[in-house]
T-cell receptor, first 113, second 112 residues
Framework: ETGVTQSPTHLIKTRGQQVTLRCSSQ?????VSWYQQALGQGPQFIFQ???????GRGNFPPRFSGLQFPNYSSELNVNALELDDSALYLC????????????FGSGTRLTVV | QQQVKQSPQSLIVQKGGISIINCAYE??????FPWYQQFPGKGPALLIA?????SEKKEGRFTISFNKSAKQFSLHIMDSQPGDSATYFC???????????FGQGTELSVKP
């Protein structure tokens, strides 16, 4: 049984650019959630996908968007990058639409310069 | 009302001692309270979780104490070891799911 894998592990982008982060969920998990973790802070919920549909969204602007694919893998897209978008982006998968049994990946460290 | 407040921000404990981290919440609709452990460069890993109908849950050296009337819950790490040095997060979620609300984190350092 594999865990949650995220790619890339590190990324440097320029302000104004667009970025796509990828996540492969744990085997048997049909729900994927994305979180943003600024340095020294707790993770902040961005959105969740359940069976390819968005199932909840946090206080993030529309330039943060996502997709979930039929194999339950997921992408997080961020347009018009800002310096404050620099953070660790975490993907978590779970076996249902509730939050129980979350498994987090190791994250993608995004730096916007 | 959606916040979870965590204290202390940092904690230093001697090996073999007890580490105690506290969290408080406002929303009485929360129905799931997990604790996560995060090492540098890694994602959070679930340690232990509790529901509000239980006052205490123990798994190995880790215990959650839950006080529903005070809207507080805490993590106790017994016989703390240097390998427990990490950042710990409490969290809470609503029954309909959708998101976990995390505390600010506590950086624990266990000295040998």
């Amino acid at each position: 049984e594999t865990g949650v894998t995220q790619s890339p592990t590190h990324l440097i982008k320029t302000r104004g650019q667009q970025v796509t982060l990828r996540c492969s969920s744990q085997s048997g998990h049909n729900t994927v959630s994305w979180y943003q973790q600024a340095l020294g802070q707790g993770p902040q919920f961005i959105f969740q996908y359940y069976r390819e549909e968005e199932n909840g969204r946090g206080n993030f602007p529309p330039r943060f968007s996502g997709l979930q694919f039929p194999n339950y893998s997921s992408e997080l897209n961020v347009n018009a990058l800002e310096l404050d978008d620099s953070a660790l982006y975490l993907c978590a998968s779970s076996p249902g639409s509730a939050n129980y049994g979350y498994t987090f990946g190791s994250g993608t460290r995004l730096t916007v310069v | 009302q959606q916040q979870v407040k965590q204290s202390p921000q940092s904690l230093i404990v001697q090996k073999g001692g007890i580490s105690i981290i506290n969290c408080a919440y406002e929303n009485t609709a929360f129905d799931y309270f997990p604790w996560y452990q995060q090492f540098p460069g890694k994602g959070p890993a679930l340690l232990i979780a509790i529901r509000p109908d239980v006052s205490e849950k123990k798994e190995g050296r880790f215990t959650i104490s839950f006080n529903k009337s005070a809207k507080q819950f805490s993590l106790h790490i017994m016989d703390s070891q240097p390998g427990d040095s990490a950042t710990y997060f409490c969290a809470a979620s609503l029954p309909q799911g959708g998101k976990l609300i995390f505390g600010q984190g506590t950086e624990l350092s266990v000295k040998p």
